[in-house]
T-cell receptor
Framework: AQSVTQPDIHITVSEGASLELRCNYS??????LFWYVQSPGQGLQLLLK??????LVQGIKGFEAEFKRSQSSFNLRKPSVHWSDAAEYFC?????????FGAGTILRVKS | GAVVSQHPSWVICKSGTSVKIECRSL??????MFWYRQFPKQSLMLMAT?????????EQGVEKDKFLINHASLTLSTLTVTSAHPEDSSFYIC???????????FGPGTRLTVL
């Protein structure tokens, strides 16, 4: 069965600093990978997704993610974080007709 | 486009009562809807998948008699938590897909508190 690991429960960065959120997945076939963002008490918003092709994927709000098959990773990056990026971020893999989510990483932004 | 709504956004009920949560796709036809549950500070766990006009498929460990799912139309699915107990308190999120299961649009969630 597929699984997703997000090793960092919390991350704090200063506004304007770069950000990288880690995601490792386990899946036997070529994965479909996603990053979602959830603000407090809200549903999930899709940031970006990888199905195939270019391993560097651009998303909304200035986010990007890189698929590295050799490392089973799909890390999310942003070159300069804004205070409004503070939220919880979920990595997910699609397989077996369902989405499986990681435990999430809470991002705090210091001013 | 691809907007999914949920109603209510929050509900408080007494133990033993039943609660119905609605999930609507506002601008597309949702052939499949999914129901997730999220405990505080935890990830989303898929509870069930429902296709319009068919019985829902429940994930292992989810009581289908407790969590009744109806997907009677292409724009509406309902989750009824029957005889709710405090341990059912959670954040329930639905998603909808117009075709591929891997393209899901999420609702804003419903916070259920059972006293």
């Amino acid at each position: 069965a597929q699984s997703v690991t997000q090793p960092d429960i919390h991350i704090t960065v200063s506004e304007g600093a770069s950000l990288e959120l880690r995601c490792n997945y386990s899946y036997g076939a070529t994965p479909y990978l996603f990053w979602y963002v959830q603000s407090p008490g809200q549903g999930l918003q899709l940031l970006l997704k990888y199905f195939s092709g270019d391993t560097l994927v651009q998303g909304i709000k200035g986010f990007e993610a890189e698929f590295k098959r050799s490392q089973s990773s799909f890390n999310l990056r942003k070159p300069s974080v804004h205070w409004s990026d503070a939220a919880e971020y979920f990595c997910a893999v699609f397989g077996g007709n369902k989405l499986v989510f990681g435990a999430g990483t809470i991002l705090r932004v210091k001013s | 486009g691809a907007v999914v709504s949920q109603h209510p956004s929050w509900v408080i009920c007494k133990s033993g009562t039943s609660v119905k949560i609605e999930c609507r796709s506002l601008d597309f036809q949702a052939t499949t809807m999914f129901w997730y549950r999220q405990f505080p500070k935890q990830s989303l766990m898929l509870m069930a998948t429902s296709n319009e006009g068919s019985k829902a498929t429940y994930e292992q460990g989810v009581e289908k008699d407790k969590f009744l799912i109806n997907h009677a139309s292409l724009t509406l699915s309902t989750l009824t938590v029957t005889s709710a107990h405090p341990e059912d308190s959670s954040f329930y999120i639905c998603s909808a897909s117009g075709g591929s299961y891997n393209e899901q649009f999420f609702g804003p969630g419903t916070r259920l508190t059972v006293l």
